[in-house]
């Protein structure tokens, strides 16, 4: 506990990096819940090379009037057991009505990806990076191979659960 509020100090999201697993993030995001896992689920990352976005200027752009889907806190919390397939409809980021709209290519990643076989995709935090998440590995690669025409930097890995 002691670690994680020295960690806050240097940023809201670094306490959440000390114990890993699936936690709700409230406050500035340095406020911790315990959650149960998520069981493992394949995702692909990419962020678009060269393109940098401030959480500072997304924050101060936001309005609540432009958010036409939010995500569901305890519907996430209660579908969590059942993985990806099942929370993805109560998934979604506010913060993409003010990114999107200044940096038109997370959304054509996002299109992109579902295109290639994502079944959910979503812009991680104030962006640019995006996620999409897979069945399997097999269709993260096909999904990552489908981001070649973007410049981006990719990745694919799995949800973790807790190290302790």
């Known amino acids: 506990y002691e670690l994680e509020q020295l960690a806050a100090q240097l940023g809201s999201d670094i306490p959440f990096c000390i114990e ?8 500035r995001g340095e406020v911790l819940t315990k959650l149960e896992d998520m069981p493992e ?22 309005n609540h009037g432009r958010v036409v889907h939010a995500p569901c806190i305890w519907q996430l919390e209660a579908y969590l057991r ?17 990114t999107i709209p200044a940096h038109p290519v997370i959304a054509s990643i996002k299109a992109a990806m579902l295109g290639a076989g994502a079944y959910y995709s979503l812009m991680s935090g104030s962006g640019p990076t995006v996620f999409g998440l897979t069945a ?3 269709t993260a690669e096909r999904v990552q191979q489908a981001l070649t025409d973007f410049d981006v930097e990719t990745a694919i890995t799995t949800t973790i659960g807790r190290r302790n």
């Open 82 to 98: 059942e993985g990806g397939k099942a929370i993805a409809p109560y998934m979604g980021n506010v913060l993409e009505t003010v």
């Open 136 to 138: 399997d590995k097999e």
């Open 41 to 62: 689920t394949w995702l692909v990352l990419a962020k678009p090379r060269g393109l940098e976005v401030s959480t500072a200027w997304v924050y101060k752009n936001f």
């Open 20 to 27: 890993g697993g699936t936690m709700l993030a409230t406050g």
